[in-house]
């Protein structure tokens, strides 16, 4: 069975920092495409980066260039994102995912 | 930055077919793909690569392109087919981008 679990959410302070993981298992990870994804409450979905299968090419949406890092580790079937000088309006769930595969997301608040 | 526009939302009643089409420059050369999304749930996948159903999704859930458009078909629509429905595809530098999303009522 295919599992992508998110963890590291939580609340923040504007200006703060989160790194948020997904552990994933039951396909090969390394031959995957991964993506974060975010949802702001009540809101649609938003791509916000993706990282090649051996993690040397990446890709940001435009409002999180510079302040996130996407990163994995295909020895340990991981997916990271280190998330910096965080704002009110990063304020979501945060979903790993594949084309096919999602995990049930992780909700990062950022707020004083 | 690159756009896909779908319509805020699509009535139909039960067995009725629903229509949800979603509009972009890059999609004559980017394939789609459609998103069924239930309330406090993660998406699902419905339709990939333009036209191509998942393994576990009802037949009723079909999917084209042509020239700047990509329509998700639900043909005979259920009550359970009620949700939020999103398209996906890149723009010609490779970055990926949802559409607004749809909500589909079936009643």
């Known amino acids: 069975e295919v599992q992508l679990v998110e963890s590291g959410g939580g609340l923040v302070q504007p200006g703060g920092s989160l790194r948020l993981s997904c552990a994933a298992s039951?396909?090969?990870?390394?031959?995957?495409?991964l993506s974060w994804v975010r949802q702001a409450p009540g809101k649609g979905l938003e791509w916000v980066a993706k990282?090649?299968?051996?993690?040397?090419?990446?890709y940001y949406v435009d409002s999180v260039k510079g302040r996130f890092i996407i990163s994995r580790d295909n020895a340990k079937n991981s997916l990271y994102l280190q998330m910096n000088s965080l704002r009110a309006e990063d304020t979501a769930v945060y979903y790993c995912?594949?084309?096919?595969?999602w995990g049930q997301g992780t909700l990062v608040t950022v707020s004083a | 930055s690159y756009e896909l526009t779908q319509p805020p939302s699509v009535s139909v009643s039960p067995g009725q077919t629903a229509r949800i089409t979603c509009s972009g420059d890059?999609?004559?050369?980017?394939?789609a793909y459609w998103y069924q999304q239930k309330s406090g749930q993660a998406p699902v996948l419905v339709i990939y690569?333009?036209?191509k159903r998942p393994s576990g999704i009802r037949e009723r859930f079909s999917g084209s392109r042509s020239g700047t458009m990509a329509t998700l078909t639900i043909s005979g629509a259920q009550v359970e087919d009620e949700a939020d429905y999103y398209c996906?595809?890149?723009?010609?530098?490779?970055?990926?981008?949802f559409g607004g999303g749809t909500k589909l009522t079936v009643l």
């Open positions: 690569e333009d036209s």
């Open positions: 890059a999609l004559p050369k980017k394939f």
């Open positions: 039951g396909f090969t990870f390394s031959s995957y495409w």
């Open positions: 990282i090649n299968e051996d993690g040397s090419d990446k």
């Open positions: 996906y595809s890149a723009d010609s530098s490779g970055l990926w981008v």
């Open positions: 995912a594949t084309i096919e595969y």
